[in-house]
């Protein structure tokens, strides 16, 4: 094991300060997301209401498509430091900067002490690496248990003999990130690939060793998976994606896992291409100049880097599952080949300066787009809830048109201490956004309506809550449901007023004309 001198800690405690600064920036402020209000109103009950959640069979198939090792994380998370958006997002903080820190250890001992800090460095501005940080989901802790694993198998693998202790570490390892998140197994099954291509008995023998170790760890959930599998199968909502969807996730993982309006999208683009495109062909050109042990090196990240996305895209093609966020291992990589590029590829300083600069452009536009994003899904949910709250009568009813707006609402009322009567319709039956099944509605006490009427059933006056882009979803989609949902809403009510929130809008239906006490959904 390398000891860290005075020269290397100094560096690196500096960039670890400065990712903290880059994850504190905005970390209360943006709005909760569906998936982070779900996250929120999922916790804090105990694990009984998480089982019940996600395995609780549905028609064959479990009810929810998660492991729960980071949800029970959260569960002792938010014992200690509370529910705030701030408080809920910390914990994937400090996920995140200890990722960095492994990254750090990854590539001192696959390369030097200096592509080590270099790769801890990109890591740390890394825009895409900077939003899991600061999402209060499961993928900064994905992250942090792949990079742990990669590092247990460098340490097993470059040992003179078995090293029995790494290698179960790394099976540890792998088992965490699947009871984290399941989409791990395709960069699961790329490390673990490695052995075989090097040839080298001792490390497939060590690498079954870990195996064994992962499936006996993760042993208690292989009961419960097919039925998740079968729920994806059955139907998700990613569509099939197609070989362009590649140059997307590049940008993503070199700007941001947004939709970045142009022109900035295709700056970014563009300056993805150049350097990924530039360090591939960099790799290949240097190739016989390098040292056996450099050369394996950098094809193992490159291995690491691109086989986790081919894998996903080529699954996809049968079952879709393809998600820049289910590829953080793959980004991670990425910043390491960029940390050895700069440290190790012997370029000119004029030319490292000028990838550098735009590396932070890349990083400009992501972090710029990152901390000011208010539109969906990161919708002003607050300030909707606290116009309701300025204006509640008694009698008034909240009604969502769907699950996305309804629990990140639910959830800032909750956290007013004013809270307010909200109520969702149900997604579409069996279509691929139909997510939030029965069990985990009633895990959550948040149970949706059939339909409008129900939803609006004792209302003295609806204010209800829709994205400004839904209607022109439905039309396109040739579904009738929310035109159907309105035409009650105008034969009921009398529209009073409409107030846009960037892309939510926000309607009050006051002087209520057919009875309160009719609440049965039409045939």
């Known amino acids: 094991m390398k000891r860290m001198n005075r020269r290397t800690l100094l560096p690196l405690i500096t960039i670890l300060v400065l990712a903290v600064a880059l994850r504190l920036i905005q970390l209360g402020e943006r709005a909760f997301w569906y998936d982070e209000a779900f996250t929120a109103l999922f916790t804090g009950r105990g694990i009984e209401p998480l089982l019940q959640g996600t395995i609780t069979p549905v028609n064959g198939t479990a009810a929810d498509i998660h492991p729960l090792l980071y949800y029970a994380s959260v569960e002792g998370w938010r014992v200690l430091f509370g529910s705030s958006v701030f408080a809920l997002r910390l914990w994937s903080v400090l996920l995140g900067i200890a990722t960095i820190g492994v990254m750090f250890l990854i590539g001192r001992d696959l390369f030097d002490t200096r592509t080590g800090l270099l790769t801890a460095l990109i890591t740390a501005i890394a825009p895409f690496h900077v939003q899991y940080s600061q999402e209060a989901r499961m993928y900064a802790l994905m992250g942090l248990c792949l990079a742990f694993t990669t590092w247990a198998f460098i340490r097993a693998f470059r040992s003179d003999n078995i090293a029995w202790g790494w290698w179960a570490a790394l099976g540890i390892g792998a088992a965490l990130a699947m009871y984290t998140q399941q989409l ?179 990083a400009g536009i992501g972090l710029n787009a990152h901390y000011g994003w208010n539109t969906f899904p990161n919708a002003p949910y607050p300030q909707l809830v606290g116009y309701v709250q300025s204006q509640v009568q008694p009698g008034d009813v909240v009604i969502h048109q769907d699950k996305t707006s309804a629990l990140p609402s639910i959830y800032y009322a909750g956290q007013t201490g004013q809270p307010l009567e909200q109520r969702y319709l149900r997604d579409e039956p069996n279509a691929p956004d139909d997510t939030l099944l029965l069990p985990t509605q009633q895990a959550l006490g948040l149970l949706a309506d059939a339909c409008i009427q129900a939803a609006g059933r004792g209302a003295a006056r609806v204010w209800w809550v829709m994205f400004t882009f839904a209607p022109g979803q439905f039309a396109a989609a040739g579904i009738d449901t929310l035109e159907n949902d309105l035409v009650w809403l105008n034969n009921a009510f009398a529209e009073s007023e409409t107030v846009t929130l960037n892309d939510l809008s926000l309607t009050l239906y006051a002087n209520r004309t057919i009875p309160a006490d009719q609440g049965d959904c039409a045939p």
Do not use: K
């Open 184 to 362: 791990s197994a395709f960069y699961l099954a790329a490390l673990g690939l490695i052995p075989l291509i090097a040839r080298r008995r001792s490390a497939m023998i060590g690498m079954g060793f870990g195996a064994f170790v992962a499936l006996t760890v993760y042993a208690p959930w292989l009961l419960i998976l097919p039925g998740q599998l079968s729920r994806v199968a059955v139907g998700y909502w990613i569509d099939v994606p197609p070989a362009a969807r590649v140059l997307l996730t590049l940008r993503s993982f070199v700007v941001v896992n947004l939709d970045v309006p142009p022109p900035a999208a295709l700056i970014g683009l563009g300056i993805a291409l150049v350097l990924v495109i530039f360090l591939f062909v960099h790799i290949v050109m240097r190739r016989r100049r390098q040292s056996v042990h450099e050369r394996g090196a950098i094809l193992w990240v490159v291995w690491l880097f691109a086989a986790p996305i081919a894998g996903m895209w080529l699954v996809s093609q049968v079952r879709p599952v393809y998600l820049d966020r289910g590829l953080i291992g793959s980004a991670l990589m990425l910043y390491l080949a960029f940390g050895w590029l700069f440290a190790r590829g012997g370029l000119p300083a004029p030319l490292r300066i000028g990838l550098a600069g735009l590396g932070l452009i890349a």
